[in-house]
């Protein structure tokens, strides 16, 4: 019932910054809460944050706290992850996710409980 397409991806230096979009079509995109993945190759998949569908909460993985901000736009359906001081060990696949109605603090940090999944941009942070 909804789409989502990610964005913004690409090489960059440490320390550099990237901002990831993630547009969403199909069901009303205020009702979501949104979340941002991420897998290195050879690891599995791991949580960098989310955004309730409301805006107002934000969770953040400890190795992104700081220097990342989750945001979104309802009205042009598009969630963010602007990613400041990039490391190289911040290098993988990003992965955009919607949940509907989503409104559990504590499970949002759950790939599992996400309803919807973006095909993933590159993110490739360079020494």
């Known amino acids: 019932q909804v789409q989502l397409v990610e964005s913004g991806g690409g090489l960059v230096q440490a320390g550099g910054s990237l901002r990831l979009s993630c547009a969403a079509s199909?069901?009303?995109?205020?009702?979501?809460?949104m979340g941002w993945f991420r897998q290195a190759p050879g690891k599995e998949r791991e949580f960098v944050g989310a955004?309730?569908?409301?805006?107002?909460?934000?969770s953040y993985a400890d190795s992104v706290k700081g220097r990342s901000t989750i945001s979104r736009d309802n009205a042009k359906n598009t969630a963010y992850l602007q990613m400041n001081s990039l490391k190289p060990e911040d290098t993988g696949v990003y992965y955009c996710?919607?949940?509907?109605?989503?409104?559990?603090?504590?499970?949002?940090?759950?790939?599992?409980?996400?309803?919807?999944w973006g095909q993933g941009t590159q993110v490739t942070v360079s020494s």
């Open positions: 996710a919607a949940k509907w109605r989503g409104f559990s603090i504590d499970r949002m940090a759950v790939p599992d409980w996400y309803d919807y």
């Open positions: 199909g069901r009303t995109f205020n009702s979501y809460t």
């Open positions: 955004i309730t569908w409301s805006g107002g909460s934000t």
